[in-house]
T-cell receptor
Framework: EAGVVQSPRYKIIEKKQPVAFWCNPI?????LYWYLQNLGQGPELLIR????????DSQLPKDRFSAERLKGVDSTLKIQPAELGDSAVYLC???????????FGQGTRLTVV | RKEVEQDPGPFNVPEGATVAFNCTYS??????FFWYRQDCRKEPKLLMS???SGNEDGRFTAQLNRASQYISLLIRDSKLSDSATYLCVVGSSNDYKLSFGAGTTVTVRA
């Protein structure tokens, strides 16, 4: 069974440019998470979806970040415009249900210069 | 106060040693508990779930203490390959949010 797939693996952009990340969760997993991880820190939740509904986006900086999960499967996370402080690893994870263990993709390492 | 707190370590232990560390959580409504392992520049991977009665998976033993709101992980007979950062994850029953600790780094030396 394929795991969580994310793309791209690496992205380098100039500040003020837009960037988008894509995630394909494990088949049949209803819950999808986007996390941000800085060096030496644990993952921090940006947004959680249950099917196509965003049920927790309280930590998403909505002035520049947006996300969608059309049809309740794939998801995209967008930043526009990117700032230097957005440099981090963006992790997507999925779980069968909202209270079961989550499985992570390999992440997208974003560098804003 | 952070929702999940861990001793960052590092714990430097020789091969074959036993190492143990804890994680405390602040939300008394927490209902699900996990330990994840994260290697350098890799994604977190589930190591084990933590059950109320405690559970063991080979050399790894996890315990939950609800009264004091902490979980523990014990690694017996440490291997070089156990070197990693161990993330404590706690799930809340009221909002189903998974909260991660910052991780405990373990280094096993030959």
């Amino acid at each position: 069974e394929a795991g969580v797939v994310q793309s791209p693996r690496y992205k380098i952009i100039e500040k003020k440019q837009p960037v988008a990340f894509w995630c394909n969760p494990i088949s049949g997993h209803n819950t999808l998470y986007w996390y941000l991880q800085n060096l030496g820190q644990g993952p921090e939740l940006l947004i959680r979806y249950e099917n196509e509904e965003a049920v927790d986006d309280s930590q998403l900086p909505k002035d520049r970040f947006s996300a969608e999960r059309l049809k309740g499967v794939d998801s995209t996370l967008k930043i526009q415009p990117a700032e230097l402080g957005d440099s981090a690893v963006y992790l997507c994870a999925s779980s069968r249900d909202r209270d079961t263990e989550a499985f992570f993709g390999q992440g997208t390492r974003l560098t804003v210069v | 106060r952070k929702e999940v707190e861990q001793d960052p370590g590092p714990f430097n232990v020789p091969e074959g040693a036993t190492v143990a560390f804890n994680c405390t959580y602040s939300n008394s409504a927490s209902q699900s508990f996990f330990w994840y392992r994260q290697d350098c520049r890799k994604e977190p991977k589930l190591l084990m779930s933590v059950y109320s009665s405690g559970n063991e998976d080979g050399r790894f033993t996890a315990q939950l203490n609800r009264a004091s709101q902490y979980i523990s992980l014990l690694i017996r007979d440490s291997k070089l390959s156990d070197s990693a950062t161990y993330l404590c994850v706690v799930g809340s029953s009221n909002d189903y949010k998974l909260s991660f600790g910052a991780g405990t780094t373990v280094t096993v030396r030959a």
